[in-house]
């Protein structure tokens, strides 16, 4: 396999633009014969759908069976405490916002949200389970205050709100993530965590939990990949099984909570579309002269309604013509809220393999913050002498693993896409050949969007 560096490189020479972008060094440049890694890619794909055309429909339910570990009360009130602490220190993270250096490759509240959560705790949620229980900054500040005023939330949260307000939350979240011109800048960030700290603890008082559950919209996010992970609860014991297993037993889910999680994928597909030249292109840019994140504000606020639209329309309409090829009168609607869980492994590969690069830069960053988080020459780590390198992306051997690594989180995660479609496909109309007929719009849409995973981990990224 041959790498080419030169476009690597010429990539690297545009980063002082990105100085104050969300993440460092988001890819890198593959001129390879990547045609070979991704037809294997979609290969595999494939040949998951034809096995399960033609094995009895029960497999792919038993794949997501769990399997009980030990049996385990729930708590009684530590994660409220874990909580508190987590409040604790995201307002210390804030206060060095405003204090500390304005380097976000120095200062720890941009290294803390964009790299270790939004990268690292992200993952983890989706890989291992929901930490979000104990780690979530407003339960246990909400429960204290709750516990000492004595009173209840004084509203009721409305019922024909749904998940909209989530969902407008985390489509400004997404927007400020790719659109803004400087969303790492710490006092700028700090201001944003901090306000947005507050103001959710506001609606969890007035509102109560269940503005938690339908309006915040990282609480959601962290909800819907807390049931991807390979751990969780069922019937009182701590369990394992396959990513996905829980999301395997829930059934039909509310419409806006399903057009949250079509919204993860499509946000997240549009994080690295906006970022390539092809998107440069389409703008009218020469990547090798990218006048600045300021210039493409409004293109990118555009892109990312564009592609998150076409992304459900596309969607929803497989969905509808596989109920129509099966026969059933299920409508648009009630398709999406049974299939969109199995949209969750998709994109949480699309946000491993889309940030691996990113984590692997600036998580050396995290450890100096760590070391000397008041910014005083301490080295709490004993780290000594330690230098940042991206001297990894330079050799063919370290790129090659790092492609295979994101090439396979992108396949893996479509192939248990597939499974947990059939699987619920199965249980709902009764039969495989059904369920095979009800999917074959859904595989194809599921073929073609691997092949696009796997083209964009591979194309030249030019901000």
Request: hydrophobic letters at 55%; aromatic letters at 12%.
């Amino acid at each position: 396999m041959r790498i080419h560096i030169g476009l690597l490189l010429i990539s690297f020479m545009l980063l002082p633009d990105t100085g104050l972008a969300h993440a460092s060094e988001q890819g890198f440049v593959l001129l390879l014969p990547t045609d070979i890694y991704i037809g294997a890619g979609v290969a595999a794909v494939v040949l998951t759908l034809v096995l399960l055309a033609f094995l009895p429909g029960w497999v792919a339910a038993r794949l997501f069976r769990p399997v009980g570990i030990i049996h385990r009360p729930r708590g009684i009130g530590l994660h409220h405490v874990t909580s508190c602490l987590s409040a604790l220190l995201l307002w210390a993270l804030v206060w060095r916002g405003f204090t500390g250096a304005h380097d976000p490759t120095v200062n720890p509240l941009p290294l803390f949200v964009w790299t270790l959560w939004w990268v690292g705790l992200v993952t983890l949620q989706g890989l291992l389970g929901d930490h979000w229980r104990y780690t979530n900054p407003w339960t246990g500040p909400a429960a204290v205050l709750a516990r000492l005023t004595g009173s209840r939330a004084p509203l009721r949260y409305p019922a024909a709100l749904g998940h909209g307000p989530g969902i407008v939350i985390f489509l400004g979240f997404a927007s400020f993530l790719l659109a803004d011109p400087a969303p790492a800048d710490p006092h700028w960030l700090a201001s944003v965590v901090g306000g947005y700290w507050y103001l959710t603890l506001m609606g969890v008082t007035l509102f109560g939990p269940r503005w938690l559950l339908r309006a915040e919209a990282l609480s959601i996010l962290m909800r819907c990949y807390g049931r991807m992970g390979l751990f969780g609860r069922a019937r009182g014991r701590i369990s394992a099984g396959l990513w996905g297993w829980q999301l395997s037993s829930l059934g039909r889910v509310p419409l806006g909570l399903a057009l949250f999680m079509v919204l993860l994928l499509g946000c997240g597909s549009f994080d690295g579309v906006n970022e390539t030249f092809w998107w440069l292109a389409v703008l009218g840019i020469n990547p090798l002269e990218f006048p600045g994140r300021s210039a493409v504000v409004t293109q990118n606020l555009i892109g990312l309604a564009l592609a998150n639209a076409a992304l459900i329309a596309v969607f929803a309409t497989c969905l509808w013509l596989g109920e129509r090829i099966a026969g059933t009168r299920r409508s648009a609607g009630d398709a999406l809220r049974l299939f969109a869980p199995s949209i969750l492994p998709i994109a949480l590969g699309y946000h491993l393999a889309h940030y691996l690069t990113s984590f692997l830069v600036d998580g050396q960053y995290v450890l100096v913050a760590l070391s000397d988080p008041l910014g005083r020459g301490d080295d709490l780590l004993n780290l000594g002498p330690f230098f940042v390198t991206t001297g990894f992306l330079n050799t063919p051997a370290t790129v090659k693993a790092i492609w295979l690594t994101q090439a396979g989180a992108v396949v893996l995660g479509h192939v248990i896409a597939i499974l947990l479609a059939h699987a619920q496909a199965v249980r709902a109309y009764g039969s495989n050949r059904r369920a095979v007929l009800a999917q074959a719009p859904v595989a194809a849409f599921m073929i073609a969007y691997t092949f696009f995973g796997l083209w964009l981990l591979a194309s030249p990224r030019g901000i």
